[in-house]
């Protein structure tokens, strides 16, 4: 199995990148090799030539995590997780960066409520420290780290931003990962009393939860490639960790709702598009397995009760899955949030592959970056294209289900001049065009409710360290100084109006 945008980062990186953008929701051919699928082999761009309203009420945010932002790492009673502990083995981050100073969020919050507010935001999304609230993954609450939180929700709603709050983005208490991790099932019943205790203190304020951001993500990286925390490198641990982390979010859905039945609750999973390659009927096989493994692994044990087609040949042994438990991870979730920043492209393995790769066998699905498109500092793909494809699928395929873009932004790593302005001209254009495909699939009926840049501001790129840049604001890690870059003031503008404008 070929999943992860970070693992197929690195084939393409070095790749040329295409230029040209002048197209209005329409495609401009590129050369093709034969039997390639004609829809991969050109660069269909959206770049808005009227105004673009956007419906009464859309949220304009931007999104950060907890471990990406906040440092602190041992302050006021908070426990020790598998990032701090992945982040202080030698060799594990680019540069032996950690995330225990990050942007200093935890003391520094108050600055970025001010860029938010600068930025016109009505909408927040940042993440909870499950460490921070109990120390070793269970017991006793530590109040002070839910005062910090509190606070916060407190002062973003005095601002009238909503707070979109997510409650676990891949920093487990390392006393967890101690006791076997997401693989051990256990932790679906200490994940569901973690969130009740967190419903219980901000359940009055903060209406609108996401259960787990990017499981496929955080299982793949950490359980199966270990290039993130934890580290680990098992097939069986990944296959057990996404049945046990399908366990909780049904039972962490039922944890809230028993609190406040009317609050609204959904996922963040990474999601891509996946096109075949070519029109084999191989490839396009694999672009089915690629989809269930990409997008649906996590929606359709919650929607359909069960694991996604292209996907149920595995047995039930190997995934841990018991009698009764596709019942337990089936759950009315109330939006799908999606986290989207690059296509994939999904071919079948060849013979030797298969034979010599129990991944390749187990799961007969090569998945590679988009070639056509420019590419961002940290080599992914720009195609905003796959937006619109993304969100109109899931539209089809979930009967018009509330949408929330949870995620979406690029690293460009531009700094301030010698006046002090940050000219991110690439990342304007690169929202601008995304917010553009997004808006088509609105006019064809998807029911989108909001956009979240990532991120507010720059921070710990988790394996990449401090070296990819992906905010709205810039951060000058020496002073924790946050200065809003031109992409920052062109969003506000854009938030403010509640239109994409059709120039820049
Ligand atoms: C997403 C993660 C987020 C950040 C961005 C760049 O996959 O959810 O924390 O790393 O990528």
């Known amino acids: 199995m070929h999943l992860t945008r970070r693992r197929f980062v690195q084939s393409i990186l070095g790749a040329t990148a295409a230029a040209g953008l002048p197209f209005t929701f329409s495609s401009c051919a590129g050369s093709s090799k034969a039997g ?3 829809a991969l082999v050109s660069t269909p761009q959206f770049n808005p030539s009227v105004d673009i309203p956007f419906p009464k009420g859309f949220f304009w945010g931007a999104a950060t995590s907890a471990y990406q932002i906040e440092g602190a790492w041992k302050e006021d009673g908070k426990g020790e997780s598998i990032w701090d502990r992945f982040t202080h083995t030698p060799g594990k981050i680019k540069n032996g960066d950690t995330g225990d100073v990050a942007c200093e969020s ?21 993440s909870i420290s499950w460490p921070r609230i109990q120390p070793s993954g269970s017991g006793p609450v530590n109040a002070k780290g839910m005062d910090y939180y509190s606070r916060l929700v407190d002062a973003l709603l005095e601002a009238h931003i909503r707070p979109l709050v997510t409650l676990y983005h891949w920093d487990l208490p390392q006393a967890l990962e101690d006791a076997g991790g997401w693989p051990n099932r256990d932790l679906a019943a200490h994940f569901a009393d973690y969130v009740q205790v967190v419903a219980q203190s901000l359940g009055d304020r903060v209406s609108d939860w996401i259960l787990f951001n990017e499981p496929d993500a955080f299982l793949d990286l950490g359980y199966l490639e270990g290039t993130h925390a934890p580290g680990r490198k098992s097939l069986l641990d990944f296959l057990r960790g996404t049945h046990v982390v399908n366990l909780a979010q049904g039972a962490g859905f039922r944890a809230i709702k028993a609190i406040r039945p009317n609050c609204r609750i959904g996922i963040a999973p990474s999601m891509s598009p996946c096109d075949p390659a070519t029109d084999s009927e191989a490839d396009k096989l ?23 087609d ?4 595995l047995p039930n042994r190997t995934m841990g899955i018991k009698p009764g438990d596709m019942e337990k991870t089936r759950v009315p979730l109330d939006f799908i949030g999606i986290n989207l920043y690059y296509r994939v492209i999904a071919s079948s393995p060849g013979v030797i592959e298969r034979a010599t790769h129990l991944q390749d066998w187990l799961f007969p699905v090569k998945m590679d970056g988009g070639q056509q498109g420019p590419k961002t500092d940290i080599g992914w793909e720009v195609w905003p294209k796959a937006l619109y494809d993304m969100v109109t699928r899931i539209t089809r395929e979930y009967n018009r289900p509330a949408i929330e873009i949870t995620e979406s932004g690029c690293a460009y790593n531009d700094g301030p001049d010698s006046s002090g302005v940050i000219h991110d001209t690439r990342r304007t254009t690169y929202h601008r065009e995304y917010l553009a495909a997004l808006a088509q699939s609105m006019s064809e009926g998807a029911d989108v409710r909001s956009y979240h840049v990532w991120s507010l501001m ?10 990819q840049r ?25 938030a403010s109006r509640n239109v994409l404008p059709a120039s820049l």
């Open 36 to 38: 390639t699928n004609p």
């Open 106 to 126: 935890y003391h520094r919050w108050r600055d970025d409520l001010a860029l938010m507010r600068a930025m016109n935001l009505s909408s927040y999304r940042f």
């Open 286 to 308: 694999a672009a089915d397995r690629a989809h269930g493994v990409m997008n649906t692994l996590f929606l359709d044990p919650a929607l359909r009760g069960r694991y996604p």
């Open 470 to 494: 992906f905010g709205l604001a810039y951060v000058d890690y020496k002073t924790q100084q946050r200065t809003i870059k031109d992409s920052g003031r062109w969003y506000a503008d854009v």
């Open 458 to 467: 720059d921070n710990f790129e988790w394996a990449e360290g401090y070296s």
């Open 310 to 313: 292209a996907l149920t040949f």
